[in-house]
Every structure is written in structure tokens, then in C-alpha cells.
């Protein structure tokens, strides 16, 4: 059966019309409705009450968008049921162009822990339909949480036939941990092409960004399921620190780049306009309750980062590089640290999963005597890095779990009070996702990684993917997702290997 449509005044449906006429007149040559919502529907941050509902109207995406330079009314519409019979929730939200007609619709008053569905209409022309989820009340019992995590989609690199495997998981949530775009070209072997150069204007950013949605897989994990994300440092430059990028001296200059790409990382997400930046800055870390199951925890290690020391050089062994442990170091900056450590204080979730950019456990990249550490992580930062275990150790949150992405490679370990101390006790547990696409490290990396680090317990860097957790009362576990053949725009996914963390023993267990 058809769903019903839209109700919608005489007033809006002429003002639409108006809008629309010049633009198909001039594209096509006669009045035809061009579809607005090239870059599908999106919905996330999920409340007890509220989530947010995203849609962009783009008819021509990967030319600016193609819209008049005025404001236009959207329609949206959340529904009990998939066919819009019981529709609980209806309002307008005017898309201005000033971003980039992006909806951040928010609809509040929902029942919380159950799914809805959503749609929108505008410009005479009806979405794809959307399902979503609110978030359990804090404390309700819940049997068992889903949810999927996922980082860096190099679109040159490969398909994302990953979302589609997860769109059809019925997830009750997706967490992405950044690298969403990327800025640059890089990389062994180009499966398709990004339409532009380094983008460091606004619209460049807002082509970029429809380029990647382009994909009808990331639609559709979009669509299925309410997400919730950060970022990491490709959605603006590679490896940028705070207000510096190694590509760009003059740090205003490259304030001005990071504004155009945290504006486009706003428009593009389901965020709520609460969220929306001002200027250079915006605030993503957050925290998230679901029932008496989960408390989640994102964070962002690039806004408020010190820069590199030592001269900034890429990898840094123990010996020449004193600096690296200093105690000023920080990933978080001093008011998210506080911040961090009062969410472990008070978290009462059955599981603590703290999202961020990076792997956290200690990686000596050296084979044999000495150490050698990546510098754009948390080995650049050793002191921040125990700051935040000490937190963890100090709140004593139930079951913490670190999740990580940044590395295009899955790693499980176990995060020790010191690295160099196997017998130390184990603070928490790491899962780093693989990538969604972007190309790996090589296999002597991951053999070195293995051999000199303990507390590695596994690590593959040759496959793409995914990683979905499940949490349950008595343990969580994470199944790792491997993409068959990245190269393959309908390639098949299978299960790699699955790890078992079990209820108040911190520590990876492979099942
Ligand atoms: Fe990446």
C-alpha cells in the first residue's frame, strides 16, 4: 500500500512551485520536478524523547546543491509504523542556503527505546522513508544492545559495500569515529575518483561531502538506523593539531579552512542546530544513555590537540624525542579531560563504551631493542594517555570498553595502567574498527605490532570492514566484518573473528 501523503498547505505547495519553476525551466528546458533528496535521509543523536531528522535538498549534489538562493519550507513527518498510518509528529523546517539547505529537524515528545519512521516532503517531491530509534530511559532494563561501529571511507579506495551489510542488521545504533570524507587523494589503487582538489572553501567541502553520500550504500546504513559521530582529521586536513596543519602555515589561514569544513560536518550530519558551530569551534563530545545497558561516551582528540613536538616528525623513537612526555601533552584539552573524568564518575550503564578517534593501546612499531611510536596518536601523548586511564581507574565505571577507529586496520587489546608491565592490571578493553575502505597498513607492521606489544591480542591489517557489538547482561562481544573484495561495488561481507568481553573482567577474549 501506498503511504498517505503529505498534508500540506495550499500556501507552501504555491511557494514550492514558484521555487521550482526557473530551475527546471533552465535545466531541462520544460517543468519537470527534479529529486531534491539526492543524498538520502539521515536521523541521530537519540534522546529518550527526541532524535534529530536530516535530509539536504540538493538536486544537482555535486554541483552546490543547484538551489535558489532562498529559503525553502521542508516537510517532515514521524510515523508509529512503517506505513504512516499512526503518524505521531509533523512540522516544517525552512532549509536556508546559508547551510547549505540542510533539515536538522527535531522532533521531541517521542516514547523512548522504540523505532519510528520518517520522511520528508519538498519541492513537490516525497523522500526516501527513513526508520530510526529513541533511546531506552536511562535506567530501563534492557536485554540487549546493537550497535555498529565504523571509520574512514577513503572513496577512491574502495566501495562501501560494509554500510550495506550493516543497513541490513537492524541495528539500534551506528557510531562513526571519523574520517568520513577525505580531503586529499592518496593511496596504491583508485576504484573511482573524487571530483575536485583539496577542498578548503565551504562549497568545496559541501561537494565533497555529497560526492561521499553519493554512495547508495552509506545512504542506506543512513536510513536504517540513528547515528551518532565524530570526527577525525580528514573530514578537514591530514594530521591537523588544534589550529595547525602541516599543510599550511599561517595558522588563521587554516582557521578559516577548519571553519568551511566543521560548517559542512554540521550541515551533513543528523545534529540538532544546538550543535551547529560557531565560527572555528564546535563542541562534538558528548554523552549518551540507553537504558540501564549503555553509557556512551564520544570524544574528540583533534580540536583541542597540542601540536606534534619534536619538530613534528611522523614517528618518534623513546630516545630522541624527551618531549613527547610531557606532562602539558593533551588529546582532549583540559576542559573535555574534566568533563571525560566526571562521565566516568557517573556513568551507570552496565557498559561503558568510550568512542574516540584513535588506537589507544601503546604500539612500539620497533622490531627488537628500543621503541618506536606514531607520533599523530595517542603514543605522541603518553601523559594525556594516562590521564584518561586514570580517570577511567578513578570513576570506576562498569565495564569500559574504548573503541577506536583512525588506523585501517582492526586491533583488539587490552589497555594496561603501564604498557611496559605485562602483569599490570588491565584498566579496560580496546576494539579498533578496521576501515570502511581506506587502505591499510602493511603485514610487516602488523607482525611487528604483534610480536613487540603484549597486550596486542590480535590485529589484521589487510581487511575492510566493520565491527557490530553486541552488549548483553553477562558480556559484550564484538563481531569483526570483512568486506570480500573492496574493488567490488557488490561485494559480499563476512564475519572475520568475534571477541567476548565478559561482565567485570576487563580484558579481549577471542570466542
Ligand atoms: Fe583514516
Not at 28 to 35: I, K, L
Not at 209 to 226: E, F, G, N, T
Request: with cysteine.
Amino acid at each position: 500500500m501506498r503511504p498517505t501523503s503529505f498534508r500540506i498547505s495550499r500556501r507552501r505547495l504555491l511557494a514550492g512551485a514558484a521555487l521550482l519553476a526557473p530551475l527546471a525551466v533552465l535545466r531541462h528546458g520544460r517543468a519537470q520536478s527534479a529529486d531534491p533528496f539526492t543524498l538520502g535521509v539521515a536521523s541521530g543523536c537519540p534522546r529518550p524523547d527526541r532524535v534529530v531528522l536530516w535530509t539536504r535538498l540538493a538536486p544537482q549534489p555535486l554541483e552546490g546543491g543547484g538551489m535558489p538562493d532562498q529559503s525553502v519550507p521542508v516537510e517532515w513527518e514521524v510515523a508509529a509504523d512503517e506505513r504512516f498510518e499512526r503518524i505521531v509528529r509533523r512540522g516544517t523546517f525552512d532549509a536556508v542556503p546559508a547551510h547549505g539547505h540542510t533539515v536538522h529537524a527535531e522532533p521531541a515528545g517521542l516514547e523512548p527505546g522504540r523505532p519510528y519512521w520518517y520522511r520528508f516532503r519538498a519541492m513537490g517531491t516525497e523522500s526516501p522513508v527513513g526508520r530510526t530509534r529513541t533511546a531506552a530511559a536511562a535506567g530501563a532494563p534492557l536485554e540487549r544492545f546493537r550497535f555498529a561501529f565504523a571509520s574512514c571511507q577513503m572513496y577512491e579506495h574502495g566501495y562501501f559495500s560494509a554500510y550495506r551489510h550493516m543497513a541490513a542488521d537492524e541495528l539500534d545504533l551506528v557510531v562513526h569515529l571519523g574520517d568520513y570524507i577525505y580531503e586529499m587523494s592518496w593511496g596504491r589503487r583508485h576504484v573511482r575518483r573524487h571530483n575536485a582538489a583539496i577542498p578548503t572553501e565551504l562549497w568545496e567541502f559541501r561537494d565533497r561531502w555529497a560526492l561521499y553520500k553519493s554512495d547508495p550504500d552509506l545512504r542506506a546504513a543512513h536510513a536504517a538506523a540513528p547515528w551518532v559521530a565524530i570526527w577525525d582529521d580528514h573530514e578537514v586536513a591530514n594530521d591537523y593539531t588544534g589550529d595547525r596543519s602541516p599543510r599550511m602555515a599561517d595558522p588563521e589561514q587554516f582557521l578559516r579552512v577548519r571553519a568551511a569544513a566543521y560548517q559542512c560536518y554540521w550541515e551533513h550530519m543528523p545534529l540538532p542546530m544546538a550543535a551547529a558551530p560557531s565560527g572555528s569551534a564546535m563542541r562534538i563530545y558528548d554523552r549518551y544513555r540507553f537504558g540501564d545497558m549503555l553509557d556512551l561516551t564520544l570524544l574528540d582528540d583533534r580540536q583541542y590537540r597540542s601540536h606534534p613536538p619534536c619538530g613534528g616528525g611522523r614517528t618518534s623513537t623513546t630516545a630522541d624525542c624527551s618531549e613527547r612526555g610531557d606532562a602539558a601533552r593533551t588529546m582532549l584539552g583540559a576542559e573535555q579531560e574534566r568533563w571525560f573524568a566526571e562521565r566516568m564518575a557517573d556513568a551507570q550503564g552496565r557498559w561503558t563504551i568510550v568512542a574516540q578517534q584513535t588506537l589507544m593501546a601503546e604500539l612500539d612499531r620497533k622490531a627488537g631493542e628500543g621503541k618506536s611510536f606514531w607520533m599523530d596518536g595517542w603514543d605522541g601523548h603518553p601523559a594525556a594517555r594516562e590521564r584518561l586511564l586514570g580517570a577511567i581507574a578513578a570513576g570506576r565505571p562498569a565495564n569500559p570498553v574504548v573503541i577506536s577507529g583512525d588506523v585501517h586496520a582492526f586491533w583488539a587489546a587490552d589497555l594496561k595502567q603501564d604498557f611496559d608491565d605485562p602483569a599490570s592490571p588491565t584498566l579496560a578493553s580496546e576494539i579498533v574498527g578496521t576501515s570502511i575502505s581506506s587502505q591499510g597498513p602493511s603485514e610487516s607492521t602488523i607482525r611487528t605490532g604483534l610480536a613487540e606489544n603484549p597486550h596486542i591480542r590480535y590485529a589484521r591489517g589487510d581487511k575492510r570492514g566493520y565491527v557490530r557489538m553486541t552488549l548483553e547482561k553477562g558480556s559484550a562481544r564484538a563481531d569483526l566484518f570483512a568486506v570480500d573484495d573492496p574493488f567490488e561495488a557488490d561485494s559480499a561481507v563476512s564475519p572475520l573473528a568475534a571477541f567476548a568481553i565478559e561482565d567485570g573482567r576487563p580484558g579481549v577474549v577471542p570466542i
